[in-house]
């Protein structure tokens, strides 16, 4: 089982190199977001490569936790947002969000007490390892939850303003398949939830899987402006 995360890891960080090389060319505020949403969903899959591999430790299971279950989400709709609207004052004002989510996650899950028991399993659970109804146990509550909602209302949104314009039909159709492949890796929880670590690895690398698919369809350069790379998810 551990080859299908290790495959979910290459690529998100494949994603993440092609997104880094945007962003040197075009300095988009948004393409550093999803950077850094992709290389954390990679160091995460990497954790889970490990903890199923051989046994989880503390160690990865706090970072696929903290990377994998409440922070990549929200770094991918705070992406979405500056695309969206592409101003000054939401590029900060994410900004001041996530550095608040960072730094909040990292508090509540440094020192956190841990059932060493609930670790020996393939796919701990959260309530488990952490106890249920604890802030640690709750972090995806308060971070991915909100996050996600934000996330395919605004890819939605972008898909909307696009339909039926045909030099942006890549556009539109990469737009939805991000919203799907973003949708398929939140459906993960539920399995997550419940332990099942086959239905939790398929997500984990199908979900990556379209969303890379709909990052390569949206950024298929524009018909009609073809020297021009298109950006994926944006009306402009």
Do not use: H
């Amino acid at each position: 089982m551990w080859v299908f995360p290790l495959a979910a890891a290459v690529v998100a960080f494949v994603f993440a190199g092609l997104l880094a090389r945007q962003y040197g060319e075009r300095r988009r505020p948004y393409q550093l977001f999803w950077l850094v949403a992709l290389a954390m969903y990679g160091v995460a899959s990497l954790a889970v490569v490990a903890g199923v591999a051989g046994d989880w430790s503390r160690v990865t299971f706090q970072v696929y936790w903290a990377l994998g279950a409440c922070l990549n989400v929200p770094f991918l709709a705070a992406g979405e947002l500056v695309l969206l609207f592409r101003k000054p004052w939401v590029t900060w004002a994410c900004v001041v969000v996530l550095i608040f989510l960072v730094a909040y996650s990292l508090a509540v899950l440094r020192g956190v007490a841990m059932d060493a028991t609930a670790l020996t399993k393939n796919l701990p659970l959260g309530r488990e390892v952490f106890g249920s109804g604890t802030s640690a146990q709750k972090l995806p509550v308060l971070t991915v939850y909100p996050a996600y909602f934000l996330l395919l209302a605004g890819a939605l949104w972008s898909a909307w303003q696009m339909r039926g314009r045909a030099d942006l039909r890549d556009r539109f159709v990469g737009t939805l398949l991000i919203a799907v492949g973003a949708t398929i890796v939140a459906a993960g929880a539920a399995f997550a939830a419940t332990g099942l670590v086959v239905g939790f690895i398929a997500t984990l690398v199908t979900g990556i899987a379209v969303m890379f698919w709909g990052f390569l369809r949206a950024s298929r350069p524009s018909a009609s402006a073809p020297s021009a790379p298109a950006e994926p998810a944006s009306t402009s």
